[in-house]
Each structure stands twice: as C-alpha cells, then as structure tokens.
C-alpha cells in the first residue's frame, strides 16, 4: 500500500518546492511513514464503501426476484394458436429395404440419399418409418445393440452384411429429432460424419426457441434434482428448464413430448406429458414420424389392416381395390435394387415367391415409365402423392 520511488520523488517535488529553489528536492522535510498511513487509511475506506454499495445491490435484487415470484400466472402463447390441417383420419407407415444404401457410392451419397427417404416421409406425414432387412439376416442380438447404444456403425456398409439398416435408420432418427435435442441422444458417430449435407426436415415439432405459439414440444428429461420427487425438469429448447408433472419416474435423457401450462415464473416453465396422437387430435399438426427396425419383409408387415405392395408389375394405382383407410393403419411396401422378390425369396416365414399373391394390394406407380427402373427414393414420393390422393376420394 506504499509509494515507490518515483511517487516518493512526485511528491516531494510538490511539497519541498521552494520558489527560488533550484537544487533537486530531498526527503528530510517529508514524514513518509505518515504519508503511507493516510494513503492506506484512504483505500481501506475506498473499499469499504464499495463493497457496501455491492451488498445493497444484491438485498435490491432480491426483493424484486422475491416480489416477480409473487406475480400472478402468465400465459406462455403470444399468440393465437393455429388450427392446422394435417389430420389424414388414418395410420400411415411406409416399409423400406435399407439396402438401398448399398446402390449408392461413397458414405457422403449415402447419408444425402437417407436424407431424401427422411425428407419425402415429412413431408407426406408419414407417421413410421419401417427398415427390413430384405436378406432376412438381422438378429435380434443387432437389433439390442442397436437400441442400448452398444451400436455405433464403425463397420463397412457392404452387400454382406447388414450395416445399411442401421445406418439408414439413425440418419431417419436424426433427422426427425429436433436439433436442440441431438446434443443430448446423437453423440458422434461414424454414421454421422455427413451428416452436414443433410437437408433440414423443419418440421412442425422443428420449433425455435422464441416460437411460443404452439403450447406443445419436445423435450429431454434432465438429470437434475427437483425438490418434489413427483416433477422432473426437461429441456424443451427455451431460455429456461420446463418443470414436467409425471405419476412414475422417467429416467433422464429421455425423450417425452409434453404440453406447456399457462403457468411460467423467472425461474422455469411447467408442464404435463403428451403424445404425437393427442396433438394431432387437439390442433391438427403432424408430429414427426419414429422408425422402427424389422429383422425381414414378414415381420414388417405383422399387425397392420390394410398393405401395400408397389412395384412395376403391379397394376395401376387408379385401378386398384382399395378399401376405405378410415381409422386404419395403412403400410405401404417398397422394394429395393431387386424388387420384392429378392425379400420374398430370403424371408423362411413367406412361401410364396410372387408378390401378387402375398400383398391383397399390389399397384404400380408410374404405368408407362420411361426409364427402365425407378429407384425407391424416387418411386416414395410418386407413390404417395398418388395413393393419398386415392385414399381420400375413397
């Protein structure tokens, strides 16, 4: 807290000056022990007014935190909530082969190509997504790894194994997972890498963290402590954690849809569990679609009321019979490299060998086709824009 020799010099130069003075000024004449007491009696007191004025800041601050909490409930919507037309009245779900993959060259093509099965099934709302295998190959041991992160894709995607499922199908989860949700369930992986070239869905459930027009989103339960052993705390993309009532627990890093209350204070929002179907009955909106893994094409098409089968042999799709969709679950099948066929013929639970006589629906998309094979990210949407319109003149 002393003056160093310079100051000392400064100092002495003021007070020691004399007027006709010309020699340099000495320290005799000046008490230094003095000096330093008052200079440091000076910043103490300096520091303590300070620190003073901190305190009562932080009292002030908290009487206006204490009186905000006080504040009645406020509404979380800024705005109208839209009533959106996306209700189709039916269960739609599309069975795809992830062999697909194996046509396409280099892993960069391969993740685009995903993207475009991903794309085109938001973009029609279909509500499953469904990979066979069509070599019937898969085990269930692939399938339990796959699912308890045990599977992270560092092998080769080639025609001898049966890697191209899993690939497609974390790329298809990827996508329909809203991006502040990815951090916390897509840690790298070799799957991934390309994930860059990928398209955005921008899905209705796609929602920015200043959109509070729809009270619904999606969240991510949080490992954190809540004071209330029945509430978790979720990460649904705001400013602030969502405080989530729930009658069982929910182990964290799960991920839940949940309605947002009209209740919100400075610290946290609240809100009750929901579900892809309750939104859609409640405002109409497309929530996204899940994806679901099949060991072969029969175990694809187990428990739905009405399938499809597509392929250029079939007949037109303005010919075919098809009943009423109606509160159905409706599949729709497609082929790969080889058609169905290759499927039928791997699959031990189907005897028949022609797809005519497996699917009671088998139509073609395009009679008249100019080219001499439509691929299957191109025969989807032409499919579906064609047998949804059927589907609603029925």
């Not at 000076?42 to 504040?71: C, F, G, P």
């Not at 080639?158 to 916390?184: D, G, M, W």
């Not at 209330?228 to 799960?254: M, Q």
Request: with cysteine; hydrophobic share 35%.
């Amino acid at each position: 807290m002393g003056y160093n020799r310079k100051e000392r010099l400064k100092i002495a130069s003021k007070l020691g000056k004399q007027k006709n003075e010309k020699n340099r000024p000495t320290n005799n004449t000046i008490s230094w022990r003095l000096k330093n007491l008052q200079h440091k009696t000076k910043k103490e007191e300096q520091t303590l007014q300070e620190h003073e004025e901190l305190y009562q800041n932080r009292n002030n601050e908290q009487k206006e935190e204490e009186e905000t909490m006080d504040i009645a409930e406020t509404e979380v919507k800024t705005e109208e909530v839209q009533n959106y037309n996306q209700r189709k009245g039916y269960t739609l779900s599309v069975a795809v082969p992830g062999s697909i993959l194996n046509n396409a060259q280099g892993p960069e093509l391969k993740t685009y190509l995903a993207g475009q099965i991903a794309r085109t099934c938001a973009v029609f709302c279909v509500d499953e997504v469904v990979i066979f295998d069509e070599t019937a190959r898969m085990t269930d041991n692939q399938i339990e790894a796959y699912y308890s992160g045990a599977w992270v894709g560092m092998e080769n995607i080639n025609s001898k194994n049966v890697e191209c499922n899993f690939h497609i199908a974390r790329i298809l989860e990827y996508l329909e997972c809203p991006q502040y949700l990815r951090k916390y369930l897509f840690p790298m992986q070799r799957p991934l890498n390309f994930s860059g070239v990928l398209n955005p869905l921008d899905g209705m459930h796609h929602l920015r963290a200043d959109n509070l027009t729809i009270p619904y989103r999606e969240g991510i339960v949080l490992d954190k402590p809540v004071k209330d052993p029945t509430r978790v705390l979720c990460d649904v993309g705001l400013d602030k954690d969502l405080e989530l009532e729930a009658d069982y627990p929910i182990p964290p890093k799960t991920r839940i849809t949940v309605k947002m209350t009209e209740k919100k204070t400075p610290k946290r929002y609240f809100g009750s569990l929901s579900s892809p179907k309750a939104i859609m009955k409640d405002l109409g909106i497309y929530w996204g679609y899940s994806v679901r893994l099949a060991k072969s094409l029969s175990e694809a098409m187990n428990n739905y009321d009405i399938v499809i089968g597509t392929s250029e042999r079939g007949v037109p799709i303005r010919e075919a019979n098809i009943p009423p969709v109606k509160n159905q679950r409706v599949l729709i099948v497609f082929g790969g490299l080889q058609g169905l066929e290759s499927a039928l013929d791997a699959d031990e639970e189907i005897n028949e060998t022609d797809p005519s006589k497996v699917f009671p629906i088998y139509v073609n998309s395009l009679p008249g086709q100019g080219s001499r094979i439509i691929r299957t990210e191109e025969a989807i949407p032409i499919t579906l824009s064609l047998i949804k319109d059927r589907f609603e003149n029925i």
